[in-house]
């Protein structure tokens, strides 16, 4: 098998794991309405408590129910509700919010950020800029590896990586808000610039593109990250937090211990030498 199918199989396994290898949890939808004041559990419609492991999908970085988010929102609502992207137009909070994110970003310097409303919206887009320019260039989905969730602001940063374009959603926001973003590099940002000047505008978007009460949200989650120091955290938390649910790994119950990062990172190292080897 090709290196090239060996690492698609990869891919499209762990895709389908993400969607497919989930035990069914119970019959009945269980109806959460409530989030604890900055902490970790959520209640359901009974008042039962659950202590949210996952952080809802990977994404809710700040917990249940952070109070500065919704003051945020709240005080963003009531100044500009909404306003597009669309032909030059723009808001306070997506232009504060790119500026920041393209100084956290320090990989290697990144151009201008586009703004989505999804994750899977970033990689679509980028997908279609791929195809209209370049043969290969290196896509970073940061969706859920950003904003201090490896133990560094980004994956990126982690591995050492310098890609073209990189993906963002989730977390950016706390997933408070619908928000994500794509970062372009110079070069890109450059092609891409002198293209939509000979037609007129970039005319690539959505109606809520760089929506300003998300924008608001997501910059004050920012923000947070940097005054707790998350990513510091991250750093001290993580190694007693994977010893202590590796110790798990052998439970009836435990289905899905490959969401260990470290240990999942391996393996795929791993699968990946073994190709490498056998095609040479
Ligand atoms: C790695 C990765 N990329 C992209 C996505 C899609 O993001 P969204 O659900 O915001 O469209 C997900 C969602 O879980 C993801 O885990």
Redesign the pocket.
Known sequence: MSLFLGILRLVLLSVAQ?FIKQKPVQRYPCRLNKGEKRGSYVYDSNGKKYLDALAG???TALGGNEPRLVEAATKQLNKLPFYHSFWNRTTRPSLDLAKEILEIFTARKMGKVFFT???????DSQVQAVIKKYDILFIA?????AFGRLGTMFGCDKYHIQPDLV?I??ALSSAYM?I?AILVSPEISEVIHSQSSKLGSFSHGFTYSGHPVACAVALEALKIYKERNIVEKVQAISPRFQNGIKSFSESPIIGELIIIYGDRLRSTERIIEELKSQNK
């Open positions: 993400h999908l990977w994404c409303n999804s994750g899977s919206e970033a990689n989905d940061e969706v859920i590896t993906s959603a989730k619908p994500g």
